[in-house]
């Protein structure tokens, strides 16, 4: 993950402030997995002892560019390719033994899946690997192309509205979409691609979305700008409603975990294990994906007993989940609970309350349990 850039001005800005997102040179050598890439088994349950590629973004073109640098282009934008070529190689090193392959990424990274995880299974197969089963993993790359909360003209990465940025960027980047999905829309509308809600249904391999309701990067492009000051009405009206769209696009993802929070990435944090929709965390909701393809390849089973895969908060405001990530004060710092936040929110308990016809007193009774 690591947002985009789109044009000749904010890529250089990029270059200048955030150097690691745009090249190798001044990259760590090794780093500690965390998460899903974790080694320990009580940070990662389910594949401590998986093997692990990490493959960190230089490419600034949500994994999508297939563009060398040019006389017209200072920048190269190769996000596509550098994909196929870390296939290729691993091939080498054991890859093509393995009996599963799963892609996985965070924020861009998520967005670079579901437009990858098809190519990298064909391209396997172009290889003579088909007996490797191929599968997506992508988190809080799910965005949705929806109205902002204050429209803003397209200036820098922040303010530019998603769907403009991405029109931009497929041009500058020369950025390639699946050509399944790029069929669905007429030329010039690839973009469309780069959104999850559109690009699922066209994917053929398995893909398992993780997305928080309340996507602060969502929020970020949408300029709801939660910093200190209360939340107007009609900016608590379009996070609730945000939340419901949201959840809207998931209803036909066979396998998802959106939890009601507001935050932004989790499979390579330490506290992923945390977190939990309807009683069920991350990984076991992953573990049972997994065993669920495994079994329907042998028999066409039902789903399992007990071990759901399609995972959505119902309840309507951020952070109605108690699991959800701690929030802290952006100015002091500090830790706040659900009820601080609310209140911080500018949450109105008396009028929200007579809205739901509960007691104020049994409102921040369930808000604090999470009901």
């Known amino acids: 993950g690591g947002w985009y850039c789109f044009n000749r001005e904010n890529c250089d800005t990029r270059y200048d402030t955030m150097r690691r997102l745009m090249s190798s040179r001044e990259w760590p050598a090794t780093r500690v997995g965390t998460g899903i890439l974790s080694s320990q088994p009580e940070e990662n349950p389910h594949w401590w002892n998986a093997n692990m590629v ?9 994994w999508s560019g297939a563009s060398s640098k040019s006389e017209k282009n200072e920048y190269a934008f190769m996000g596509a390719l550098i994909i196929q070529e870390v ?8 890859l093509s033994t393995a009996k599963v392959l799963l892609l996985a990424g965070s924020s861009a990274g998520g967005t670079g899946v579901l437009l990858n995880v098809d190519r990298v299974a064909e ?3 172009e290889m003579g690997y088909q007996g490797i089963q191929v599968r997506g993993l992508a988190d809080s790359g799910w965005f949705l192309d929806n ?10 990465t922040i303010t530019c509205a998603p769907t403009e940025a991405i029109r931009r960027g497929i041009r500058y980047w020369n950025g390639i979409v699946p050509e399944r999905c790029k069929l669905q829309f007429k030329e010039g509308e690839e973009w469309n691609c780069f959104f999850g809600y559109k690009i699922y249904p066209t994917l053929r391999c398995p893909v398992f979305v993780v997305q928080w309701l309340f996507d602060e990067a969502q929020l970020t492009v949408d300029n709801v700008h939660l910093t200190g000051q209360p939340v107007q009405e009609g900016q608590w009206l379009y996070i609730q ?16 975990f959106a939890p009601a929070c ?25 573990h049972c994906w997994d065993r669920s393809l495994h079994e329907s390849n042998k028999n066409g089973k039902a789903p399992l007993k007990g071990c759901p895969i399609h995972l959505i908060d119902s309840c309507p405001w951020p952070h109605c989940n108690p699991s959800c990530p701690t929030i802290r004060d952006q100015f002091t710092g500090q830790e706040m609970n659900v009820i601080q936040f609310l209140m911080h ?7 929200m309350a007579q809205q739901q ?3 104020p007193s049994k409102l921040l009774g369930m808000l604090s349990s999470g009901n």
């Open 147 to 156: 109205k902002q909360y204050r429209r803003t003209d397209c200036i820098d």
């Open 123 to 125: 391209q396997l197969e």
């Open 357 to 359: 016809g509960l007691e």
């Open 262 to 286: 507001l935050s932004h990435e989790i499979i390579t944090r330490n506290h992923w294990t945390d977190i939990q929709v309807k009683g069920t965390s991350l990984p076991r909701a992953l």
């Open 54 to 62: 990490f493959v960190p973004y230089c490419s600034s073109d949500v």
């Open 87 to 94: 296939i290729k190689e691993l091939v080498g090193k054991g």
């Open 345 to 351: 929110m500018g949450f109105d308990v008396q009028k």
């Open 241 to 256: 409603n945000l939340g419901r769209e949201l959840r809207n696009t998931l209803k036909d993802v066979t396998a998802s």
